[in-house]
């Protein structure tokens, strides 16, 4: 018999593999009746003469094999049979889903979904865009490769099919991404930001005198053109063009699907769902801060054009903090211009500030919908916020109770315990040696009842 050990992945010894050798032909019956006298000598002299011819061929390999013995002990996973998953064989060029090169990627994705749920919304509803923040830019811009780059390693990425196995056949693989997430994908990718820059030209070209000296000779030849009513329809279009590229960059807000796939697995464990139901509760806060302040923005353009309507909410705060709002026309295109009122960070604080108490039904009313828009979307946003608020919460409240369930069921056998001693008048140094012994027990299983457990 040779008997050989079968390693794990762990290099560890899970399994012997014994292979035996037939000796049937060397192993005669001695208790036979038949052979007896002489015959029984024969019979035992032809067995010892076939034992000897046997040792005899396996002579040779008898010390080798005692010699391997401890060998085999040592021998590597080339030479030994191992207990582990086969490495699946995927065509060049193909990354496996599971690997830890494209489980790091997707945590990096993930992390800059979420700067881009946080930040587009922003840069759209404040135009935080311009030639002036370089650094934000680039960051965007950097943001863009990377989500491109993902898109390339999305072609070359398996995927677990319809019958749970793993596809890896390219062809495959490009068919079900162009079916699923390209479109969205290069959607939210796109260089939208290359607009805005321009959006800002003509700001940038007022405040600048050198950058006018080298544009002197275009605007000489077309200052007609420019000062023309014909030209500032056309600008007003170009802004309005620049905007909608600048709200396209919204739909990269649609990977936060992916997010929620990616995030499934954690969401059995209570503190982390509890983490990301908080996450979403600022977010959405968030983004209605964003269309509150685009929505009174847009008020206060009308009540600059029409004094005789209502006043809008960032129309009092301006006035409110010494900053009201005004028309001007001081740039080198002589285009009408928005000056004055709160900063924009003042802006979004005070968006964020009433988003936020109109999502906890508090609204304490020192900011408020006063036209026609604000008091639509307001309406909205309460019954958006009535249904978040009790969802959220809601699962809140239930994370917490069983993330504290234990501690409870603890407390409730130790009173019951108690209870039951003081009701059958039990000596108080039985009863204190009953509670040792109940505090020990829990203390050993934590409360779980192993006869309710089903393995099966």
């Not at 192993?27 to 067995?47: C, F, H, V, Y």
């Not at 014909?230 to 990269?252: G, Q």
Request: charged share 20%; aromatic share 12%; net charge neutral.
């Amino acid at each position: 018999m040779h008997v050989a050990p079968v390693r794990n992945d762990k290099e560890q010894v899970v399994l012997f593999l014994c292979q035996f050798r037939d000796i049937t032909s060397v192993k005669q019956p001695l208790d036979d009746d038949s052979n007896k006298g002489i015959g029984r000598i024969l019979q035992i002299a032809r067995i010892a003469k076939n034992k000897q011819q046997f040792n005899q061929i396996d002579t040779k390999d008898t010390k080798d094999k005692l010699s391997n013995i401890n060998q085999l002990l040592n021998l590597g996973g080339d030479l030994l049979p191992q207990y582990r998953q086969e490495t699946p064989k995927t065509p060049p060029h193909i990354i496996l889903h599971y690997s830890s090169f494209k489980t790091i990627w997707d945590w990096v994705i993930l992390a800059l979904t979420f700067y881009t749920a946080v930040m587009v919304p922003y840069n759209v509803a404040f135009r935080n865009k311009s030639i002036d923040s370089i650094g934000l830019l680039v960051v965007d811009s950097v943001v863009d490769v990377v989500f491109f780059i993902d898109i390339v390693l999305n072609f070359h990425t398996t995927f677990v099919g319809p019958g749970g196995e793993v596809v890896s056949d390219p062809k495959i693989i490009r068919e079900n991404y162009f079916k699923s997430w390209f479109i969205i994908d290069l959607l939210s990718c796109l260089p939208y930001d290359v607009f805005n820059i321009f959006e800002h030209v003509d700001e940038k070209a007022s405040s600048s005198i050198g950058h006018l000296h080298k544009f002197n000779y275009i605007l000489t030849g077309f200052s007609l053109f420019m000062n023309s009513a014909y030209f500032d329809f056309n600008l007003h279009i170009y802004e309005r063009i620049s905007s909608l590229f600048s709200a396209l960059k919204v739909v990269r807000l649609l990977r936060l699907g992916r997010v929620a796939r990616k995030l499934d697995n954690y969401l059995e464990y209570g503190a982390a769902t509890l983490l990301l139901l908080l996450c979403a509760y600022l977010l959405v806060a968030h983004w209605l801060a964003c269309i509150w302040f685009t929505i009174g923005e847009y008020e206060v353009k009308e009540y600059l054009t029409t004094p005789k309507g209502a006043k809008g909410w960032l129309v009092q705060l301006g006035e409110e903090i010494g900053s009201p709002y005004n028309y001007s026309r001081s740039n080198i295109l002589n285009t009408p211009r928005l000056n004055g009122g709160p900063t924009k960070a003042t802006a979004y604080i005070s968006a964020l500030y009433f988003t936020m108490t109109c999502m906890a039904t508090v609204g304490f009313g020192n900011i408020a919908g006063t036209t026609d828009s604000e008091k639509i979307f307001c309406i909205c946003m309460m019954v958006i916020s009535a249904l978040l608020y009790a969802t959220i919460f809601g699962h809140m409240t239930t994370i917490i109770q069983q993330m504290t369930s234990a501690s409870m069921r603890y407390h409730d056998m130790i009173n019951n315990v108690r209870e039951f001693m003081k009701l059958h008048e039990v000596p108080k140094t039985l009863a204190e040696r009953v509670l040792d012994y109940v505090v020990s027990t829990w203390a050993m299983n934590k409360g779980l009842d192993t006869a309710k457990v089903d393995f099966k």
